[in-house]
């Protein structure tokens, strides 16, 4: 079984930058798929961005919409994931939620949110248009 708890959420200016984090409890498998979702208010869940649990370059996906403005990582032995996120925008305003499966990552797909089985409560994130 494992448990996420996300923090860093807050309300920043368009153009400013936020770092979430999302700390695992339990037994985190080192093929384990990590995952950030968000949604937005009246939208549907989107896969953000996903990365190995062991943070293999090669095991990294984003949705074209944070490309180039968003970096997902870990930190295996603090058992945490990361979002950086830069560059912000209106529409970035959203609940962000962590998310992990015991499987790994297939590579240019983060995946539905089915395939994964555990999740965290959310931090929202809000940028003011």
């Known amino acids: 079984q494992v448990r996420l708890e996300e923090s860093g959420g807050g309300s920043v200016q368009a153009g400013g930058s936020l770092r979430l984090s999302c700390a695992a409890s339990?037994?985190?498998?080192?093929?384990?798929?990590m995952a950030w979702f968000r949604r937005g208010p009246g939208k549907e869940y989107e896969g953000v961005a996903s990365?190995?649990?062991?943070?293999?370059?090669?095991?990294?996906t984003y949705a074209d919409s944070v490309k180039g403005r968003f970096t997902i990582s870990t930190d295996y032995r603090k058992k945490t994931l990361y979002l950086e996120m830069n560059n912000l925008k209106s529409e970035d305003s959203a609940m962000y939620y962590c998310a992990a499966r015991d499987y790994g990552c297939l590579s240019g797909s983060i995946g539905p949110r089915a395939e994964f089985r555990y999740w965290g409560q959310g931090t929202q994130v809000a940028v003011p248009s």
């Open positions: 339990g037994v985190l498998y080192s093929t384990a798929c």
């Open positions: 990365i190995d649990s062991t943070g293999t370059r090669g095991s990294i």
